[in-house]
């Protein structure tokens, strides 16, 4: 017989720290990826990208299921979804569940990090209302970004969470193949795996969650060894450290025939994970001193060397728009030199204004409000324009199309610098040529992206150092203004203690169903 199944996604990685909330115009946006999508729409513009529910259709094609595609939304990372914005989206998707009729189970990609200006856990909450329509007996299957952080009400709510297993995220399609396989099982054996869920006592910079480097390369080899036998999924999640609640942490989930099981494997993962805390370190540079080691390393190379403006990082929740590495780069005189991507809708509409080949006057980027950032005032040289359209081939963003509004390529004094009408990270070869810079041409490249930009920058790189710019998503959690976290939780790896001082009762949030 058939299986009927729906398909959702709503994702959001949430930095509370940062300047910029999600309203609802930016998840019909999409972020970079493919904007607010219903019914049909979902079907026609997922497939061939890597993005989770890609792979559930892949999955549904194999399996000769019958899909039921109901909303599936995403936004640039930032700070909190405005509540207006969350209920919205999520009353629609509880709404088209009930019109669905009946269905033999559901798949939902989320990201595992959102938080809302009402709700800490807004996953959380979007399960507990989908599992409330749809009754104990349909399963429900979660995709997760391996930056999520899980919160003991998704676990519950859930029948199984599946984590990708790649920083950058490059299997985005394959961890939704793999989440519709268990969901798949599920429905087989009639009855939820046992669950095993720990949460580990540390945060972790992002530029050291990469899975292409130590130690987190070794850790996560060690999913293989516990997916055997009576255990059926597992995953590990480094968490996102720029969230002020309580479950802003790493975990490892298990899910298995019996509890011992689940608890076997997830106890295994947990204790491999804290033997490595204290390598989860790595080398950061300030902006004067990257690009001096930049100029060095340059002298004797034929590739690139690329520079990660981490802290400014949009897929962190940064908007994508500080100045601090264009100025070192000016500073040192460098040549031939690149940098994307500068947010900054005033100054691509004023290129377009002035057109290609013109000389313009620009207040550039710096309109965030970011502690030690400013506007770059220069007259910079109009080199090329576009419309924004845009297809994103690499590893990464894996064939989306993007539409980034009114863009520019404009240079100054042998610097050439990619401005947009919206945000995206520069995580994609394209995101450099759709303006008509080459970046394998170029002595420095400049990225603003923590890790996503490795997958299709690697096989060009001479070198790749990562530099701490002003920027809203700070390089180290422990400078982050916590107020809210677990008490007792490292604040980096082998770090100093968060302690918690209670907040007065009016000034507590709590989580509310509407």
Same mark, same amino acid.
């Given at each position: 017989?058939?299986?009927?199944?729906?398909?959702?996604?709503f994702?959001?990685?949430?930095?509370?720290?940062?300047?910029?909330?999600?309203?609802?115009?930016?998840?019909e946006?999409?972020?970079?990826?493919?904007?607010?999508?219903?019914?049909?729409?979902?079907?026609?513009?997922?497939?061939?990208?890597?993005?989770?529910?890609?792979?559930?259709?892949?999955?549904?094609?194999?399996?000769?299921?019958?899909?039921?595609?109901?909303?599936?939304?995403?936004?640039?990372?930032?700070?909190?979804?405005?509540?207006v914005?969350?209920?919205?989206?999520?009353?629609?998707?509880?709404?088209?569940?009930?019109?669905?009729?009946?269905?033999?189970?559901?798949?939902?990609?989320?990201?595992?990090?959102?938080?809302?200006?009402?709700?800490?856990?807004g996953?959380?909450?979007?399960?507990?209302?989908?599992?409330?329509?749809?009754?104990?007996?349909?399963?429900?299957?979660?995709?997760?970004?391996?930056?999520?952080?899980?919160?003991?009400?998704?676990v519950?709510?859930?029948d199984?969470?599946?984590?990708?297993q790649?920083?950058?995220?490059?299997?985005? !399609?394959?961890?939704?193949?793999r =989440?519709?396989?268990? @969901?798949? %099982?599920?429905? #087989?054996r +009639?009855?939820?795996? /046992?669950?095993a869920?720990?949460?580990?006592?540390?945060?972790?910079?992002?530029?050291?969650?990469?899975t292409?480097?130590?130690?987190?390369?070794?850790?996560?080899?060690?999913?293989?060894?516990?997916?055997?036998?009576?255990?059926?999924?597992?995953?590990?999640?480094?968490?996102?450290?720029?969230?002020?609640?309580?479950?802003?942490?790493?975990?490892?989930?298990?899910?298995?025939?019996?509890?011992?099981?689940?608890?076997?494997a997830?106890?295994?993962?947990?204790s491999?994970?804290?033997?490595?805390e204290?390598?989860?370190a790595?080398?950061?540079?300030?902006?004067?001193?990257?690009?001096?080691?930049?100029?060095?390393?340059?002298?004797?190379?034929s590739?690139?060397?690329?520079?990660?403006?981490?802290?400014?990082?949009?897929? !962190?929740?940064?908007?994508s728009? =500080?100045?601090?590495? @264009?100025? %070192?780069?000016? #500073?040192? +005189?460098?040549?031939? /030199?690149?940098?994307?991507?500068?947010?900054?809708?005033?100054?691509?509409?004023?290129a377009?204004r002035?057109?290609?080949?013109?000389?313009?006057?620009?207040?550039?980027?710096?309109?965030?409000?970011?502690?030690?950032?400013?506007?770059?005032?220069?007259?910079?040289?109009?080199?090329?324009?576009?419309?924004?359209?845009?297809?994103?081939?690499?590893?990464?963003?894996?064939?989306?199309?993007?539409?980034?509004?009114?863009?520019?390529?404009?240079s100054?004094?042998?610097?050439?610098?990619v401005?947009?009408?919206?945000?995206?990270?520069?995580?994609?070869?394209?995101?450099?040529?759709?303006?008509?810079?080459?970046?394998e041409?170029?002595t420095?490249?400049?990225?603003?992206?923590?890790?996503h930009?490795?997958?299709d920058?690697?096989p060009?790189?001479?070198?790749?150092?990562?530099?701490?710019a002003?920027?809203?998503?700070?390089?180290?959690?422990?400078?982050?203004?916590?107020?809210?976290?677990?008490?007792g939780?490292?604040?980096?790896?082998?770090?100093?203690?968060?302690?918690?001082?209670?907040?007065?009762?009016?000034?507590?949030r709590?989580?509310?169903?509407?």
């Amino acid at each position: 017989m058939t299986k009927r199944v729906a398909i959702a996604g709503f994702l959001h990685e949430t930095n509370t720290f940062a300047p910029t909330r999600a309203r609802y115009a930016n998840f019909e946006h999409g972020g970079g990826f493919i904007p607010l999508s219903r019914g049909a729409e979902i079907v026609e513009r997922s497939r061939n990208t890597n993005l989770g529910v890609a792979g559930y259709l892949d999955y549904a094609s194999s399996a000769g299921w019958e899909i039921v595609p109901l909303l599936w939304a995403t936004a640039i990372p930032s700070a909190h979804v405005e509540r207006v914005a969350y209920e919205r989206i999520a009353s629609e998707i509880i709404e088209r569940v009930r019109l669905a009729g009946s269905i033999d189970g559901l798949l939902v990609e989320l990201h595992g990090a959102m938080v809302a200006e009402h709700l800490d856990d807004g996953e959380g909450e979007l399960l507990a209302r989908l599992r409330a329509q749809l009754g104990p007996r349909v399963p429900i299957a979660a995709t997760l970004d391996l930056h999520g952080n899980v919160t003991p009400r998704m676990v519950e709510q859930a029948d199984v969470l599946v984590a990708y297993q790649t920083y950058p995220h490059v299997d985005m !399609a394959r961890t939704g193949y793999r =989440t519709a396989e268990q @969901l798949d %099982a599920i429905i #087989a054996r +009639g009855k939820p795996f /046992a669950k095993a869920f720990r949460q580990l006592p540390f945060l972790i910079p992002t530029p050291w969650q990469c899975t292409l480097i130590e130690p987190a390369s070794t850790l996560y080899e060690q999913i293989k060894v516990v997916e055997r036998g009576p255990v059926s999924s597992a995953s590990i999640l480094m968490g996102f450290p720029a969230a002020d609640f309580e479950d802003c942490l790493p975990c490892v989930l298990a899910y298995g025939e019996t509890q011992d099981d689940a608890d076997a494997a997830a106890d295994r993962l947990n204790s491999y994970f804290l033997k490595l805390e204290t390598l989860f370190a790595g080398k950061a540079w300030s902006p004067d001193e990257a690009v001096a080691e930049a100029i060095c390393l340059a002298r004797s190379a034929s590739k690139p060397v690329v520079i990660a403006d981490i802290q400014d990082n949009p897929g !962190a929740g940064g908007d994508s728009d =500080t100045t601090g590495m @264009l100025r %070192a780069l000016l #500073a040192a +005189g460098v040549e031939n /030199a690149a940098l994307g991507i500068i947010f900054d809708p005033e100054s691509a509409a004023r290129a377009h204004r002035a057109g290609a080949g013109a000389q313009v006057e620009l207040s550039l980027g710096g309109k965030s409000g970011i502690a030690g950032d400013q506007p770059f005032c220069a007259t910079f040289h109009v080199e090329a324009l576009s419309d924004g359209a845009v297809t994103a081939t690499g590893p990464y963003f894996g064939g989306t199309k993007m539409q980034l509004g009114p863009s520019a390529c404009i240079s100054l004094d042998g610097v050439q610098i990619v401005v947009t009408s919206e945000k995206t990270q520069m995580a994609d070869r394209e995101l450099y040529r759709f303006v008509g810079i080459e970046p394998e041409k170029k002595t420095i490249l400049v990225n603003k992206s923590s890790v996503h930009f490795r997958a299709d920058f690697e096989p060009i790189a001479k070198a790749i150092l990562v530099a701490t710019a002003p920027g809203a998503m700070l390089l180290d959690p422990a400078q982050l203004p916590f107020t809210r976290l677990k008490s007792g939780t490292r604040l980096s790896p082998g770090g100093p203690p968060f302690m918690r001082w209670e907040a007065a009762p009016e000034t507590v949030r709590s989580e509310t169903t509407n």
